[in-house]
């Protein structure tokens, strides 16, 4: 969980990588939201919070 102890301090709202591998990883050891990217920038073309 190396990662996770990089990303905590500045993870607060959510947490995007674009490999599903990692996105599944990070999911299991935090409560911070995980999303692909495309997932980041469908909403937000639709115009709706990510998160």
Excluded: R
């Excluded at 920038?41 to 709706?48: E, H, Q």
């Amino acid at each position: 969980m190396c990662e996770l102890g990089n990303l905590a301090p500045v993870a607060d709202e959510v947490i995007i990588s674009a490999n599903i591998g990692c996105i599944t990883h990070l999911q299991s050891g935090t409560k911070t939201d995980v999303k692909h990217w495309i997932e980041v920038l469908d909403a937000a073309l639709v115009g709706v919070s990510p998160v």
